[in-house]
C-alpha cells in the first residue's frame, strides 16, 4: 500500500518546479528541496525547501534557500550526515546554458531552519549534481556527479567528511550517460545506472568503492532521457524509481531487484496519466518508510 499527495500547491510566482529531493532528518522529519521560477533557466530561478515533521502527513509552506542574484539554480540535493549536519548540494548558471553551471554547498547545524554561507564544490563550470549522496561501507561519501558538456559521469568522494573531495571515474558512452545514482552491494562493489539519449538506462559497475569503474553498458530497462533514482533497502533489495518508456515522461514506475540490480523482476507503476512525472527521489526511513518526490505535471 501507499499514499500520495503533493509537497505544496503551485506557487503563481515560481509556477514551474522540477528537481526535487529528499532526506531524513536526524530526528524523523523529512526535508524536500526543488528548484522553481517561470521557466527552467530563467534568471529568477531558485531554491526552496519544504519539511514535514515526523508522524505529520502534510508539509509546511515552502521557504527559499538559494537565489543568487541575475542567475538561475538547479538541482538540489540534500544529505544528512553522521555528524548531524545537513548538507545542500545545487548548481548556479553563471550564463544561459547548464553548461555554465558551477557547483556549490552549503550546511546547517539547525535541521535546515538556517544555514551556513555558500561554499563554491568545484570552480571549473558545467559539472553538475543531480542525485543523491551514500555512505560507503569505508565510512566515505560518494557524491554522483556529471558534465554536462560531454556527457560523463563520475564521482566525487571525500574521506574526511566532505572537508575535502577527489574525482573518480569517466564513465561515457557513445551518446553521452548523465545524473548517476549509486548503491554500494553486498560483496562491496558499486552499482551507477543512468540517464541516456539511447531509450535506455545504462550502468557501470566499481570494484574499488569507486576508484575506477567499467566501461558503461545499456541495460534492459527503458529510459526516455530522464532521471532516475536508486535506494539500497533495509532488507538488501535495491528499489529503483524511473520513467518505464523510452519515449515521453509518463509513466512513472518503481522497480525492485533482489539479485543486487541484475534483475528487476518486481515493476509497479506510480503514475500512469497523460502528462509528465519525471525526475525521481527515493530514500527509505528509519522507520522503513519508503518516501519519493517527483516532477507532478
Given at each position: 500500500?501507499?499514499?500520495?499527495?503533493?509537497?505544496?500547491?503551485?506557487?503563481?510566482?515560481?509556477?514551474?518546479?522540477?528537481?526535487?529531493?529528499?532526506?531524513?532528518?536526524?530526528?524523523?522529519?523529512?526535508?524536500?528541496?526543488?528548484?522553481?521560477?517561470?521557466?527552467?533557466?530563467?534568471?529568477?530561478?531558485?531554491?526552496?525547501?519544504?519539511?514535514?515533521?515526523?508522524?505529520?502527513?502534510?508539509?509546511?509552506?515552502?521557504?527559499?534557500?538559494?537565489?543568487?542574484?541575475?542567475?538561475?539554480?538547479?538541482?538540489?540535493?540534500?544529505?544528512?550526515?553522521?555528524?548531524?549536519?545537513?548538507?545542500?548540494?545545487?548548481?548556479?548558471?553563471?550564463?544561459?546554458?547548464?553548461?555554465?553551471?558551477?557547483?556549490?554547498?552549503?550546511?546547517?547545524?539547525t535541521m535546515g531552519y538556517s544555514w551556513d554561507a555558500d561554499v563554491v564544490l568545484r570552480e571549473e563550470l558545467g559539472w553538475m549534481t543531480r542525485n543523491k549522496p551514500l555512505y560507503l561501507s569505508n565510512g566515505e561519501i560518494l557524491l554522483p556527479v556529471y558534465d554536462e558538456r560531454n556527457w560523463h559521469s563520475m564521482v566525487m568522494i571525500?574521506?574526511?567528511?566532505?572537508?575535502?573531495?577527489?574525482?573518480?571515474?569517466?564513465?561515457?558512452?557513445?551518446?553521452?550517460?548523465?545524473?548517476?545514482?549509486?548503491?554500494?552491494?553486498?560483496?562491496?562493489?558499486?552499482?551507477?545506472?543512468?540517464?541516456?539519449?539511447?531509450?535506455?538506462?545504462?550502468?557501470?559497475?566499481?570494484?574499488?568503492?569507486?576508484?575506477?569503474?567499467?566501461?558503461?553498458?545499456?541495460?534492459?530497462?527503458?529510459?526516455?532521457?530522464?532521471?532516475?533514482?536508486?535506494?539500497?533497502?533495509?532488507?538488501?533489495?535495491?528499489?529503483?524509481?524511473?520513467?518505464?518508456?523510452?519515449?515521453?515522461?509518463?509513466?512513472?514506475?518503481?522497480?525492485?531487484?533482489?539479485?543486487?540490480?541484475?534483475?528487476?523482476?518486481?515493476?509497479?507503476?506510480?503514475?500512469?496519466?497523460?502528462?509528465?512525472?519525471?525526475?525521481?527521489?527515493?530514500?527509505?526511513?528509519?522507520?522503513?518508510?519508503?518516501?519519493?518526490?517527483?516532477?507532478?505535471?
Amino acid at each position: 500500500m501507499y499514499s500520495a499527495g503533493k509537497i505544496f500547491e503551485q506557487q503563481p510566482n515560481f509556477p514551474s518546479c522540477h528537481a526535487s529531493t529528499i532526506t531524513e532528518l536526524p530526528n524523523g522529519d523529512l526535508l524536500a528541496a526543488w528548484y522553481a521560477g517561470s521557466r527552467e533557466g530563467e534568471k529568477d530561478v531558485a531554491i526552496f525547501i519544504s519539511r514535514r515533521f515526523y508522524g505529520s502527513e502534510g508539509w509546511i509552506e515552502p521557504e527559499m534557500v538559494v537565489n543568487t542574484p541575475d542567475c538561475s539554480e538547479g538541482n538540489p540535493v540534500l544529505f544528512a550526515d553522521t555528524n548531524d549536519q545537513i548538507w545542500l548540494f545545487y548548481v548556479t548558471m553563471h550564463g544561459n546554458r547548464w553548461t555554465q553551471c558551477k557547483m556549490y554547498y552549503k550546511k546547517s547545524d539547525t535541521m535546515g531552519y538556517s544555514w551556513d554561507a555558500d561554499v563554491v564544490l568545484r570552480e571549473e563550470l558545467g559539472w553538475m549534481t543531480r542525485n543523491k549522496p551514500l555512505y560507503l561501507s569505508n565510512g566515505e561519501i560518494l557524491l554522483p556527479v556529471y558534465d554536462e558538456r560531454n556527457w560523463h559521469s563520475m564521482v566525487m568522494i571525500s574521506d574526511n567528511g566532505g572537508e575535502t573531495w577527489n574525482t573518480f571515474g569517466d564513465v561515457s558512452s557513445p551518446n553521452g550517460v548523465i545524473q548517476p545514482t549509486v548503491v554500494e552491494r553486498t560483496d562491496g562493489s558499486l552499482l551507477m545506472l543512468m540517464r541516456s539519449r539511447d531509450g535506455e538506462i545504462w550502468r557501470s559497475t566499481s570494484p574499488d568503492l569507486g576508484r575506477t569503474w567499467d566501461a558503461a553498458e545499456p541495460t534492459d530497462l527503458p529510459n526516455p532521457n530522464s532521471g532516475v533514482d536508486m535506494a539500497r533497502l533495509h532488507n538488501g533489495n535495491i528499489a529503483l524509481v524511473y520513467n518505464d518508456v523510452p519515449r515521453g515522461r509518463t509513466p512513472l514506475t518503481v522497480a525492485l531487484s533482489t539479485d543486487e540490480g541484475e534483475t528487476w523482476e518486481y515493476r509497479q507503476h506510480l503514475e500512469t496519466e497523460e502528462g509528465e512525472y519525471s525526475y525521481p527521489a527515493i530514500i527509505q526511513a528509519h522507520d522503513g518508510g519508503i518516501h519519493i518526490t517527483y516532477t507532478y505535471r
